[in-house]
């Protein structure tokens, strides 16, 4: 069973700058792909980036390309999501998530294991 530890959440002015970490445990973290996804309220959780197991491969939703970048530890057993330039249309719950595969998806579905979530909020 894996366990998923999100922090680093907070409030932000418009512009500003956060950095997300996911600190995993129980499982073989370098064997899996991992996933950030958010969900704002009265939306339907949405993708954000996702990570290969050797963070060889990384892929962004439209809407964070350029402004996240997602990245790995393996030696830590962590991902982490920093987020710049970021706008008040960034403010929901972000969650990360672990997939059984070495291979990345944009699917929630696709994804195993979930952490709590931390809540980010971008004021105007």
């Known amino acids: 069973q894996v366990q998923l530890v999100e922090s680093g959440g907070g409030l932000v002015q418009a512009g500003g700058s956060l950095r997300l970490s996911c600190a995993a445990s129980?499982?073989?973290?370098?064997?899996?792909?991992m996933g950030w996804f958010r969900q704002a309220p009265g939306k339907e959780r949405e993708f954000v980036a996702a990570i290969s197991w050797s963070a060889g491969s990384t892929y962004y939703a439209d809407s964070v390309k350029g402004r996240f970048t997602i990245s790995r530890d393996n030696a830590k057993n962590t991902v982490y999501l920093q987020m710049n330039s970021l706008k008040p249309e960034d403010t929901a719950v972000y969650y990360c998530a672990a997939r059984t595969s070495i291979y990345f998806s944009r699917s929630g579905n696709d994804y195993s294991y979930w952490g709590q979530g931390t809540q980010v909020t971008v004021s105007s």
């Open positions: 129980g499982g073989t973290f370098s064997r899996y792909a």
